[in-house]
């Protein structure tokens, strides 16, 4: 198993800048890919960006794509997302996940909430 515990959000401006990590424990030498998802009240969790741990492939929702950046360190276990020119309907519980395959995200972690005011 994998143990997923998340850090970076808050509240930010739109406009501005946050920075959302996550570190991974356990058995991580197989990990398939690590991806981030997005949570907005009333609303149903969606797909916000993706990273196959070997290799480095992305992949973006169409929502966020030329604002926000996935990124790894493999040496620390550690996956990122950086959210840039934030929107306020960018505003929602923010999790990371991953898997062993080509099958559903298995590992979630906590979630953190990120909060964009206009």
């Known amino acids: 198993q994998v143990q997923l515990v998340e850090s970076g959000g808050g509240l930010v401006q739109a406009g501005g800048s946050l920075r959302l990590s996550c570190a991974a424990s356990?058995?991580?030498?197989?990990?398939?890919?690590m991806g981030w998802f997005r949570q907005a009240p009333g609303k149903e969790r969606e797909f916000v960006a993706s990273i196959r741990w070997s290799g480095g492939n992305t992949d973006y929702a169409d929502s966020v794509k030329g604002r926000f950046t996935i990124s790894k360190d493999n040496a620390k276990n550690t996956f990122y997302l950086q959210m840039n020119s934030l929107k306020p309907e960018d505003t929602a519980v923010y999790y990371c996940?991953?898997?062993?395959?080509?099958?559903?995200?298995?590992?979630w972690g906590q979630g953190t909430q990120v909060t964009v005011s206009s």
């Open positions: 996940a991953t898997r062993y395959g080509l099958t559903p995200y298995s590992y």
């Open positions: 356990g058995r991580t030498f197989n990990i398939y890919n």
